[in-house]
């Protein structure tokens, strides 16, 4: 149980562009999802916070008109990096909090695969 | 949000127990303590969670000391494949607004 998945694993994109990445819970509801962005040998860096039915928390110096988030249903968060450019490319990393996890008062968080992107 | 610290890498060999220490001083009485292991071009996996004196699990255990400004993350006996990036991160589920800060992590090598 407890399953986060991404689509696409991997993406490749010509500058200018808008690439948009899911993540779902496959076996559990999640109020609450994370996007992370991670470069090269370096730490995740927590881009924003995503809520079910209401707008995204996003962390200070992350753009919001550039990386759209939507949180539409219990199991789906997509984000959408647009007007892609080369210093984007990254490894994007989602999180998902376990409901039941929630009201145990305990952290049940499931990390997702993660998708790399390349902006040429 | 209480900040770790933990060293930035770790050298072991197959088959030895490694211990990794992680300090955070200033953690919150709410505050739960979760390890999270990471291979290159993968999302991290959980590894253990804890709040006070010891946790053990099928991959792990984890000892906090009473005053829990600290913890260590104990790997029995590891292999190559242990060879990855650990993360000790301190929150709790019932603060308002809570979110996930990674700090940056220790690298262990498990060399043959």
């Known amino acids: 149980g407890a399953v986060v998945s991404q689509h696409p694993s991997r993406v490749i994109c010509k500058s200018g562009t808008s690439v948009k990445i899911e993540c779902r819970s496959l076996d559990f509801q999640a109020t609450t999802m994370f996007w992370y962005r991670q470069f090269p040998k370096q730490s995740l860096m927590l881009m924003a916070t995503?809520?079910?039915?209401?707008?995204?928390?996003?962390e200070q110096g992350v753009e919001k008109d550039k990386f759209l988030i939507n949180h539409a249903s219990l199991t789906l968060s997509t984000l959408t990096v647009t007007s892609a450019h080369p210093e984007d490319s990254s490894f994007y990393i989602c999180?998902?909090?376990?409901?039941?996890?929630?009201?145990?008062?305990?952290?049940?968080?499931?990390f997702g695969p993660g998708t790399r992107l390349t902006v040429l | 949000l209480a900040k770790t610290t933990q060293p930035i890498s770790m050298d072991s060999y197959e088959g030895q127990e490694v211990n990794i220490t992680c300090s955070h001083n200033n953690i919150a009485t709410n505050d739960y303590i979760t390890w999270y292991q990471q291979f290159p071009s993968q999302g991290p996996r959980f590894i253990i969670q804890?709040?006070?004196t010891k946790v053990t699990n099928e991959v792990a255990s984890l000892f906090i000391p009473a005053d829990r400004k600290s913890s260590t993350l104990s790997l029995p006996r590891v292999s190559l494949s242990d060879t990855a990036v650990y993360y000790c991160l301190v929150g709790s589920p019932n603060t308002g607004g809570f979110k996930t800060i990674f700090g940056a992590g220790t690298r262990l090598f498990v060399k043959a």
């Open positions: 999180s998902a909090r376990d409901l039941e996890g929630d009201t145990r008062g305990r952290d049940a968080q499931y």
């Open positions: 995503s809520n079910e039915g209401s707008k995204a928390t996003y």
């Open positions: 804890g709040y006070k």
